[in-house]
Each structure stands twice: as C-alpha cells, then as structure tokens.
C-alpha cells in the first residue's frame, strides 16, 4: 500500500505543524505512506508536501490533471514503490493510521531513502517531528552543521 488514511488528530497535527510552509487555506486530498500530503488550494491546484525535505511543490493545476498524473511514472517519485517494497520485505509494515517516519531527515546530509532510515509511527508523531525540525532550520544556510537534541 502506498497510501493511509489518516486520523482526525494527525490531519490536526499536520495543519499545526505545517502551517507555516501550507500558509493559504488548503483541504488535504491523499497521503503517501512515507508521511507525504497531497493538499488542493482554492484555485484547485494541488501540491505535494514533502515532509522529508520540507519543500512544497505545485504537481498539477487541477484534481483532474492529479488524477492522471498518478497513473504515469511520476508517481514513482512521489510514492516510491521499489522502497515500500523493501520496507514491507523487511518487516517494516504501518498499522493503519501509521506512515513511515525518518530515523535522520533526507534534507541532512546522512538522511537517505533506506530501509534502515525509515520505521512506521502514527502519522500525528510523524507530522509533528517532521513540521517542528523543518521550522527550526529553515533560514539555515544550505550545509550548514545541526545538532539535534531530543528533550524527554
């Protein structure tokens, strides 16, 4: 599965932690396994919040277009299959509610898209780790050195 489905608190928690970068009115539309969201602006256009390298990109001007976009390769990249495949392999398989959330964030230099990188947590965690540290080093200049300390 290459998808979830979210619940009501972690759809909470992604509009919390996230809505500094998802800054105009938005209804989520999917969600990929790997803790991605797929959100539709008023004017209809969908974008694609990539949650690990904290960046928001315009994926097609309308659901329509949406739609047919997920039948052709580029869906490869937004969901990437052969890695899920990999992950359900190595026993790594999400509840429902859950998604795949990052041991180390792709967006630093040693967070890679790797079956050891990746483990299932319910999808409110994932949004809200995920959200909090993109805030935290987005005016950071590219290549800069973090050091992530992790309070009780």
Known sequence: MLTFTPDKEAVQALRASWGWLLDKPYKPVLFSVLGDAFVQLESGAIQWLNTG??????????????RELLGTEQANE???????????????????????????LPVF????????????????????????????????????????????
């Open 53 to 66: 390298t904290g960046e928001v990109a315009q994926v097609a001007e309308s659901m329509e277009r949406f």
């Open 78 to 104: 937004w969901f990437l299959p052969p890695l899920v495949e990999k992950l359900h392999a190595a026993g790594k398989v999400p509840a429902a509610g859950e998604c795949y959330t990052y041991v180390t």
């Open 109 to 152: 230099e040693e967070g890679k898209y790797e079956v050891a990188n990746l483990n299932p947590v319910p999808a409110k965690e994932h949004f809200a780790l995920t959200g909090h540290v993109h805030h935290e080093i987005q005016s950071l200049p590219s290549g800069a050195k973090v050091r992530i300390n992790v309070a009780p």
